[in-house]
C-alpha cells in the first residue's frame, strides 16, 4: 500500500498538465510475435505497439509516451486476466485427477492455491520492482515513462507465462 503511494505520488509529479489522445492498436506486437523464429523470445516483442503509438504523436511527451504504455499495459492485462482464468480452470482439474494418485497422500499442495498465490506475489513484487524503476529516477523528467515501461513489460511477461503454463497443461 505504500509503495502504492510513492509510486502514484512519483507519476503525479511527473505528469504534465494535459497529454494529447492516443491511438494504440496491439497490431504491431502482435505482427512482431508473429515474425518471432526462437521459442520464448515473444517477450521481446512487448513495447512494439506503445512504441508505434507514441512515434505516431508529433512531439510527444513522456505523459504521451506514458499513455500509449499504459494502453499496452491494459492490453497485455486482458490477455494476463484471460490466461489466469483459464490456468485457474485447468487446476481444479489437475488437483481433482491428482486427488485419485497414491502420491497425493504425501505431496499435499494444490495448484490451486500455488497459482492464486503465485499471481498475488507477483503483483506485490511487479509493483515494488516498478515503483523502484521510477524511484531511481526522482527528480528526473522519467519517473513516470519508467514506471508505465516496466508495468507494461513485467504484465506482459506474466501473460505470456500464463498462456505457455496453459499449452504446457493442455498438451501434457
Not at 506514458?66 to 484471460?82: F, H, I, P, Q
Request: some cysteine; aromatic content about 6%.
Amino acid at each position: 500500500m505504500k509503495r502504492s503511494l510513492i509510486l502514484a505520488a512519483a507519476l503525479a509529479l511527473a505528469t504534465p498538465v494535459a497529454a494529447q489522445e492516443v491511438q494504440f492498436s496491439p497490431d504491431a506486437t502482435l505482427e512482431c510475435m508473429e515474425k518471432q523464429r526462437l521459442p520464448g523470445a515473444d517477450d521481446t516483442c512487448i513495447g512494439e505497439s506503445a512504441r508505434v503509438c507514441f512515434q505516431r504523436i508529433k512531439n510527444a511527451s513522456n505523459a504521451d509516451i506514458a499513455m500509449c504504455m499504459g494502453k499496452e499495459s491494459e492490453y497485455w492485462k486482458g490477455r494476463m486476466d484471460k490466461a489466469y482464468d483459464r490456468m485457474m480452470e485447468l487446476a481444479e482439474v489437475a488437483d481433482e485427477e491428482f486427488a485419485k494418485n497414491p502420491l497425493s497422500a504425501k505431496v499435499t499442495a494444490k495448484l490451486v492455491v500455488d497459482l492464486a498465490d503465485q499471481q498475488e506475489k507477483w503483483a506485490d513484487w511487479r509493483e515494488i520492482r516498478c515503483a523502484t524503476e521510477a524511484m531511481m529516477r526522482r527528480g528526473t523528467p522519467y519517473p513516470m515513462t519508467a514506471a508505465a515501461n516496466c508495468t507494461m513489460k513485467r504484465i506482459g511477461e506474466q501473460a505470456l507465462f500464463l498462456e505457455s503454463a496453459i499449452t504446457y497443461m493442455e498438451t501434457k
